[in-house]
């Protein structure tokens, strides 16, 4: 785990992220809202995430807090493999990897798109509350 923390280190806004979570997030459950894909201008994600405390709600739901919108913006996007992009994407867990000179952001779903992008730069813009 320290090597994901000093990639989240080494990237604008990943410090930010860190401590919002408090630990390097795989953002499970997470809503994958947008994504936007551009061959000549930066790209991006945004995600819908949060904390899943211990307490249970009326309905007998966990409840959340620390709900927050990740925009991660990626430049000069160089691998494109998406599956399912015609549905909704929940997240099951998500990776970003240092792979030679890019980084790799990839996703598994539980539901819905999931995918690889490698990019030669990626940072994160946190924005409290839900979308």
Same mark, same amino acid.
């Given at each position: !785990? !320290?090597?994901?923390?000093?990639?989240?280190?080494?990237l604008?806004?990943?410090?930010?992220?860190?401590?919002?979570f408090?630990? *390097?997030?795989?953002?499970h459950?997470?809503?994958?809202?947008?994504?936007?894909?551009?061959?000549?201008?930066?790209?991006?994600?945004? +995600?819908?995430?949060?904390?899943m405390?211990?307490?249970?709600?009326? $309905?007998? #739901?966990?409840? $959340? %807090?620390?709900?927050?919108?990740?925009?991660?913006t990626?430049? $000069?996007? *160089?691998?494109?493999?998406?599956?399912?992009?015609?549905?909704?994407?929940?997240?099951? %867990?998500?990776?970003?990897?240092? +792979?030679?000179?890019?980084?790799?952001?990839?996703?598994?779903?539980? #539901?819905?798109?999931?995918?690889?992008?490698?990019?030669?730069?990626?940072?994160?813009?946190?924005?409290p509350?839900?979308?």
């Amino acid at each position: !785990m !320290m090597g994901e923390i000093s990639i989240l280190d080494d990237l604008p806004g990943g410090r930010a992220l860190f401590d919002w979570f408090g630990c *390097t997030p795989r953002f499970h459950d997470a809503e994958l809202l947008e994504i936007t894909l551009s061959s000549n201008r930066q790209s991006t994600l945004r +995600i819908h995430a949060w904390v899943m405390t211990d307490e249970v709600d009326s $309905q007998g #739901y966990f409840a $959340q %807090d620390k709900h927050v919108v990740v925009t991660v913006t990626l430049d $000069q996007v *160089t691998h494109v493999a998406l599956s399912d992009f015609h549905l909704r994407g929940i997240i099951f %867990d998500l990776r970003i990897t240092r +792979i030679d000179d890019a980084y790799q952001i990839g996703w598994s779903g539980s #539901y819905g798109v999931e995918g690889t992008l490698r990019a030669t730069q990626v940072s994160f813009d946190l924005c409290p509350g839900k979308p």
